[in-house]
């Protein structure tokens, strides 16, 4: 199914807001005035754009360390997810999660995660509750090339499997695993061909191409709400930056890095909404430094919110 032009101005705007939160999230980090681990999601915002653009506001998805876009794309608060990133106590967790902690379950948001492949079987399990509460929502596990290495993948798309569990596993092929290169820490090319394993759809996008991302969310999406079990959606693409923010990132061959840059997936989107007649280049200007203001805005509010008190340290830390 392909996207009307409302969805693709959508997504499109969608894109950008994650550009331009993470653009200036980069800035205000490398000013020294964020705490913590910044891992940047630019050059990847299509998928988390296309992805949830297949998906109903009673979806849910598990997202991971480079989870901002995820976030976002499902509706999390900006304002909350700065605040939380500038670690204040006005943030999604009271200013002591940090940028890889955030969750609101209101949106359906189970949460970014720092353990890598952490993600997997709480997607999983969050598909069996969904299941067995006779719900039709699916949940959407989103997480990368070397998680798809780990145990807590195997098991639970195993689980999923078997027991046609309502999720679909997003892997964001950045070709990276930190500095370690996919051909050196895997024997194939495609991520997908995991899936045939266990006996599950394993499919292959362009993960820089928002339109086809949607389609490919939109055939997993739709199996998984009949009850036809999970699908391994693998997307092609490819970080702008390194690792985390201050990874120098010697280890890519800049030749790589300019053919990807130039697949950018918001240049692209450009490109296809001013080719369709849907935008011109001053309503793209126009929209992209209203988000800006949005960002800002968000911004200000992270920057100028108290630190969290002492005398709460040690709440929210249990279930209470
Ligand atoms: C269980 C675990 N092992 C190692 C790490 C350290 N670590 C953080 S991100 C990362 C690489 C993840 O690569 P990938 O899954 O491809 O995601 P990407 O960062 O490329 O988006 C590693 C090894 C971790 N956080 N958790
Ligand atoms: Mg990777």
Same mark, same amino acid.
């Given at each position: ?122 997607? =999983?399990?969050? +598909? ?5 509460? #006779?719900?039709?929502? *699916? &949940? %959407? ?5 070397? /998680? ?40 194939? =090319?495609?991520? +997908? ?5 266990? #006996?599950?759809?394993? *499919? &292959? %996008? ?5 339109? /086809? ?108």
């Amino acid at each position: 199914m392909s996207m009307s032009q409302e969805q693709l101005l959508q997504v499109f705007r969608c894109m950008v807001k994650i550009r331009e939160f993470e653009n200036r999230a980069h800035e205000v980090f490398l000013a020294g005035e964020l705490p913590g681990f910044l891992h940047l999601y630019l050059g990847e915002e299509a998928i988390a754009a296309g992805v949830t653009a297949a998906l109903r506001a009673d979806d849910w998805v598990a997202s991971s360390h480079r989870g901002h876009g995820h976030l976002i794309a499902k509706g999390g608060d900006i304002r909350l997810m700065m605040a939380e990133i500038f670690g204040r106590s006005t943030g999604y967790c009271r200013g002591k999660g940090g940028s890889m902690h955030i969750a609101d379950l209101d949106l359906g948001i189970l949460g970014a995660n720092g353990i890598v492949g952490g993600g997997i079987p709480i997607a =999983t399990g969050a +598909a069996l509750a969904c299941q067995y509460r #006779g719900t039709d929502s *699916v &949940v %959407v596990s989103f997480f990368g090339d070397a /998680a798809s290495n780990r145990g807590t993948f195997h098991e639970a798309v195993n689980m999923a499997a078997v027991w046609d569990l309502p999720v679909i596993f997003v892997c964001e092929n950045n070709l990276y695993g930190v500095s370690t290169c996919q051909r050196d820490h895997m024997r194939i =090319t495609d991520v +997908a061909e995991r899936g045939a394993a266990y #006996g599950i759809p394993g *499919v &292959v %996008v362009d993960g820089n191409d928002v339109e /086809a991302v949607y389609e490919a969310a939109v055939t997993a999406v739709s199996l998984a709400r009949q009850g036809a079990g999970p699908t391994l959606l693998e997307c092609k693409t490819w970080r702008h930056q390194g690792h985390f923010v201050g990874d120098p990132c010697a280890y890519r061959d800049p030749s790589e890095h300019e053919e990807w840059m130039a697949k950018d997936p918001i240049l692209r989107g450009t490109r296809l909404l001013i080719e369709q007649g849907l935008a011109t280049e001053e309503a793209i200007a126009r929209l992209t430094s209203e988000i800006k203001a949005e960002i800002e805005e968000a911004i200000e509010f992270g920057r100028s919110s108290p630190w969290p008190d002492e005398a709460d340290l040690l709440t929210d830390v249990y279930s209470e």
